[in-house]
């Protein structure tokens, strides 16, 4: 769970530490075989009771880490194999972006309805009455399910007055809003990339670290280290993503520490999305279609567009605030390279699409950049600071959470048109997302603005986060009290949406 520092985090951190540390160090990078030794020491396992079992579990972490495919537990290779063709820092990502190491995977099932021993034998018992197949009977005084009739309804789960019947799902699935993971010949999880929008929140709700994303860390350290002037691209969310106490301040000067020529906030994207959209929505809305669904969240973009191809050109197409900020620095910066660093693994798929690779070169989540500072024992409090950034407005920051995205547009909307009646309405989670437009789709929110985000809380609890989503969003709100703009019609830099739209117009 995000937010929990457990054994899964530890290793995970641990992970990203070292390959952030190989890569800054250099030399001869077949030593990564020795990392699984060094990340789990000893002859005893800690987590499975078994050494060997956890160090190959590493193993596969760790080439997913550096961008190498997973290998199956029946292949014979090297944990090395490959890695030549990844220690260059032009190297994008070879799909798929999420994979499931199998001799990890438990094996759970799917779903099942268990009697705890909670049941009290209940002279009611309402569990039989509300059972449509007649799967439940008594005996010795306790309800018992008879497996193969039950049809996993959950009625009686429902009706039991001591919650003495639980309905148990695997985590993964019960977290993908896609419906995209089922079960292979073995019983193990199984991702249906057809199906599969990368929101990666299969891969923070598997309690066993079965589910890994891969990574940018290798060669965004290797292009630290080059010539080239590296710049950090931060989505709004990075607040409390590394301690309660950090301030953007620290957050700023720590990527300077490690290798990054500046920092700069992508709530400035942010702000230039919010224009884009109000205008594409005063315009469209409703001669041209029925509502307009927000941009900015790729993994609901892809779904919406999957899901309901009837209805992609609702989707707006204002650019998102990653790519907005990305243009805008190599505008300033033509010879540069742009890492944007948020929570999401989705935008790590969006950076890879070729519209934006050239605008968005490497994409790192907040936990994979805590490994970059660890592996250059960074410590927050002993860094000399500048004043604290004030390029974006608070609606801009206020991007991060459910709700902010379509607040921003509305208020811009407002600007523009003060007598201009605005209805919005905003989803959560990839499932209550398809509801929301399904919904639409029946004509329930004509002339609506809505916004979908694929993680619970908005960006602030993707995937990639290290802070628990309700404080972050705490923090959040703080950070937009403070802010010296307000709405993003203030920002000051409208010039560069201009120039930006005009070159996509010549294209």
Not at 279 to 293: A, N, R, S, T
Not at 308 to 325: D, G, H, K, R
Not at 391 to 401: L, M, N, Y
């Amino acid at each position: 769970m995000r937010g929990i520092y457990s054994n899964k985090t530890e290793i995970r951190h641990k992970v990203f530490t070292e390959v952030a540390r190989m890569a800054y160090e250099g030399g001869d990078f077949s030593r990564m075989e020795e990392l699984p030794y060094k990340i789990m020491p000893g002859e005893i396992g800690n987590y499975y009771d078994n050494i060997f079992l956890e160090r190959a579990i590493i193993g596969e972490r760790l080439r997913a880490t550096i961008g190498l495919p997973i290998r199956k537990v029946s292949e014979h290779a090297p944990l090395s194999e490959g890695i030549d063709k990844s220690a260059i820092d032009e190297k994008y990502y070879d799909p798929p972006l999420i994979n499931i190491i199998k001799f990890a995977c438990h094996a759970c099932p799917e779903k099942r309805i268990l009697i705890t021993n909670g049941c009290q034998g209940c002279l009611e018992h309402p569990c039989i009455e509300v059972c449509p197949k007649k799967a439940i009977h008594m005996e010795n005084g306790r309800s018992i399910i008879d497996q193969d009739k039950c049809i996993k309804c959950g009625k009686c789960v429902s009706a039991c007055p001591y919650n003495a019947i639980i309905k148990q799902e695997r985590p993964c699935a019960k977290a993908c809003g896609m419906n995209a993971i089922k079960s292979d010949e073995y019983g193990r999880a199984d991702i249906d990339y057809e199906q599969c929008v990368s929101c990666g929140m299969c891969l923070v709700s598997c309690p066993f670290s079965a589910i890994v994303d891969k990574s940018q860390i290798f060669q965004t350290v290797l292009a630290l280290k080059s010539d080239t002037p590296i710049y950090a691209a931060i989505a709004p969310s990075f607040v409390n993503q590394f301690g309660g106490a950090v301030t953007s301040a620290q957050v700023r000067a720590a990527l300077k520490a490690v290798g990054f020529e500046d920092m700069i906030e992508v709530a400035v994207g942010a702000d230039l999305c919010a224009i884009q959209e109000a205008e594409d929505f005063l315009e469209e809305v409703p001669e041209k279609i029925p509502f307009m669904g927000t941009s900015c969240c790729p993994a609901w973009s892809v779904m919406a567009k999957k899901t309901f191809p009837e209805y992609a050109n609702c989707i707006s197409m204002a650019l998102t605030p990653m790519v907005l900020t990305g243009r805008m620095i190599k505008k300033d910066h033509p010879d540069c390279k742009v890492v944007f660093i948020g929570p999401c693994a989705a935008k790590k798929l969006e950076a890879s699409r070729r519209s934006v690779r050239s605008d968005v070169d490497f994409v790192l989540t907040f936990e994979e950049l805590m490994g970059i500072f660890d592996a250059k024992s960074i410590e927050f409090s002993e860094l000399e600071v500048e004043e604290e950034l004030q390029t974006s407005s608070a609606d801009g920051k206020g991007f991060a959470a459910s709700g902010g995205v379509a607040n921003a547009v509305k208020n811009v909307i407002k600007k523009i048109d003060p007598d201009k009646e605005v209805n919005v309405v905003s989803a959560q989670g990839l499932a209550e997302c398809k509801k929301m437009l399904t919904l639409a789709k029946a004509g329930k929110y004509n002339g609506y603005l809505l916004e979908g985000m694929a993680c619970p809380g908005g960006c602030v609890g993707g995937a990639g986060v290290l802070s628990d989503a309700k404080r972050a969003e705490i923090k959040l709100k703080q950070e937009m009290a403070n802010s010296q703009l307000k709405n993003s019609s203030e920002t000051y830099y409208v010039d560069y949406l201009k120039l930006i739209t005009e070159e996509d117009a010549d294209k």
